[in-house]
């Protein structure tokens, strides 16, 4: 493949690092690889760490529900956690505030849709990991990718490699 991308799929795989190995066996050399992996919060304050751990309680709880119930759930997520949060990350912005360590803040441009899609990604999934950048970047490395750079905007951490040369490693 001329050009191979994973974006928030491979943190719900049991190893994330063989799957990137696989995705990136099938480019040519000299592709580019893009990809998003939940991250480890690791360039975030403890108290955002820590709402994180009471979510990922509730996380463990909800994914196990049928999948009715699930939808309703993450559905009620959005509305009354997702859509208040953003909408006040985006008067806060109005008015002149930063905002960009609230939680939630990056949907104060989003539309519902999209939070109550993200509210089921999150909530619905039993298997969710999180990794560090430096995680990241020793995974892309294993399988082959170099060149890799990260952005340093939300959301964190998508990143792009590009697959070595045969004759370069």
Not at 98 to 125: A, I, Q
């Amino acid at each position: 493949m001329d050009f191979g991308y994973s974006l928030g799929v491979l943190h719900h795989i049991p190893d994330t690092g063989a799957a990137i190995r696989s995705c990136v066996a099938k480019l040519k050399p000299g592709a580019p690889f893009l990809i998003y992996l939940y991250y480890r919060f690791d360039n975030r304050p403890a108290w955002f760490r820590g709402i994180w751990k009471i979510s990922d309680y509730l996380r463990r709880i909800l994914s196990r529900c049928p999948r009715s119930l699930k939808n309703l759930l993450c559905q009620i997520i959005a509305l009354c956690v997702y859509f208040p949060l953003a909408k006040l990350s985006g008067l806060g912005e109005r008015l002149g505030f930063n905002v960009e360590k609230l939680p939630l803040s990056d949907y104060r441009d989003k539309s519902f849709y999209t939070m109550s899609t993200d509210s089921l990604d999150r909530f619905g999934t039993r298997l969710e990991q999180r990794f560090t950048r430096d995680e990241i970047q020793r995974m892309l490395a294993a399988a082959g990718l170099a060149d890799i750079t990260f952005s340093e905007y939300a959301p964190y951490w998508c990143a792009v490699g590009y697959k070595v040369h045969p004759e370069k490693t």
